[in-house]
């Protein structure tokens, strides 16, 4: 299966742009960016009850190999196909080494940090609006996808988009509106019993509050405070930005 099929079954959507949340015209910086933030909410270490997350997050990375390529990436600006024998797809390459080597040095605590700035910023508000009109009002799809949500995170990305109707930027959708008591019930339910499957693997893993790892990131994220709009993912390509791989020979085959 294809590159974009793979996207199709998992992202539900085969365009490569849609994605990331960005479009055509994102630059170099914006695509970088996207995929950093999509690949948060999949990576292996953060989605432990995603049985898709390690395919998600690979899929993420084939993804973003031909996006930054500017002969790959051409290609399908063009043409809408993906060339599956070009070496940026066909090596044998550790999708998980690749993205540390794009964003080394990046820990949990890092993570944690850019939570406290992203929320309550202009850029979730932004996020939050996009994935309102990309899931037709759904919340349960809505919080499942935002990054950086928490059930206790909800009245408030409720409130935003309920500002965005009010004010006339987004349409009242249904989905949105007249969402039932007993649905709103239910996803509570599932975020209780996450947040418990959550304190019961830090008890058995013998973990203390200084740990740095999954578990106690999973904790700490309910008590991140809202802050003014800091972008940390800037401060990071700032930062971290490493040069492009060598470009790739370009292969034989492309597919739709």
Known sequence: MGLLERCQELFKTSNLYEVLG??????????RRSYYKVSLKVHPDRAPDDQLATEKFQVLGKLYAVLSDKEQKAIYDEQGVVDEESDVLKQDRCWEDYWRLLFPKITVQDILEFEKTYKGSDEERQDLIKLYL??????DAITASALCCSQEDEPRLCSMIQDAIDSGEVTALPAFT???????RARRKRADRERQEAEEMQKKMGLDDQDDSLVMMLKQRQQSREQNFNSFLSDLEAKYSKKSAPKPQKGKKAKK
């Open 22 to 31: 960005i479009n055509k015209e994102a630059t170099e910086a914006e695509i």
């Open 134 to 139: 990309q899931h037709e009002g759904d919340m």
């Open 178 to 184: 007249h969402e039932t008591e007993k649905k709103k």
